[in-house]
């Protein structure tokens, strides 16, 4: 869940370092949100499906994404869990377990779409494109990495109205995550406290191999 929760949320804060070198519809979309798209808020839920198409699991939440490179993703059902990147770190919290595991932004993302945060390069870089024409008022794109050494196949991005509405990630196995948007403020007012995270008192907290409790 978590190499997910990093997929979704480097994936769109990426795009928007990113300057496409493409044209057609889908990156048309792609091109409004880039230029445009300071920040973005919405409700999501998520659903995962193995090859056969049943599912797995099921989750929904709320997430906050903001120029450059900061994120939070708020899962409330089934159960609550809680990831905050602000910029240097990420943190992971799980209430349940209350315990918060942190780590530099740069490693935790290692591995995912995360590199188009640091660097400036162009997504043709990191990714052969491919258009999926319109579905239901979206404009669709495919990302397939160029690097074979990732856990997944390929991400498909659905656009409407110059922001994301639909993400899909196909791993190597046939396993289908896909994640819908809804309720989405695209250069909304965003509360700075909700990118900034503090661990609640009486909680382990794990950075990078050491562990301590909060006083």
Not at 47 to 75: D, V
Not at 96 to 124: I, Y
């Amino acid at each position: 869940m978590l190499k997910r929760l990093q997929l979704c949320s480097t994936v769109i804060v990426g795009l928007l370092a990113s300057q496409p070198a493409w044209s057609a519809g889908g990156a048309d979309e792609l091109k409004r949100f880039v230029n445009d798209t300071r920040t973005v808020s919405a409700r999501f839920t998520q659903i995962q499906t193995n090859e056969r198409g049943e599912k797995l699991a099921s989750s929904s939440g709320e997430m906050i994404l903001s120029r450059p490179g900061r994120f939070r993703w708020s899962y409330t059902q089934p159960y609550e869990q809680l990831m905050v990147c602000d910029g240097q770190k990420i943190w992971l919290y799980d209430p349940d377990l209350s315990q918060v595991s942190v780590r530099p932004a740069a490693e935790a993302l290692s591995g995912t779409p995360a590199a188009l945060l640091a660097q400036k390069s162009t997504l043709t870089d990191q990714f052969s494109i491919e258009e999926l024409g319109q579905r239901e008022g979206s404009e669709g794109i495919r990302l397939r990495p160029l690097s074979a050494d990732g856990d997944f196949e390929a991400i498909e991005l659905w656009l409407s109205r110059g922001a994301p509405d639909r993400m899909v990630f196909l791993d190597r196995i046939g396993n289908r995550t896909e994640v819908a948007f809804s309720q989405i403020q695209v250069n909304g007012k965003i509360d700075e406290t909700q990118l900034r995270f503090k661990p609640p008192k009486g909680v382990e907290v794990v950075e990078s191999g050491a562990q301590r409790t909060t006083e």
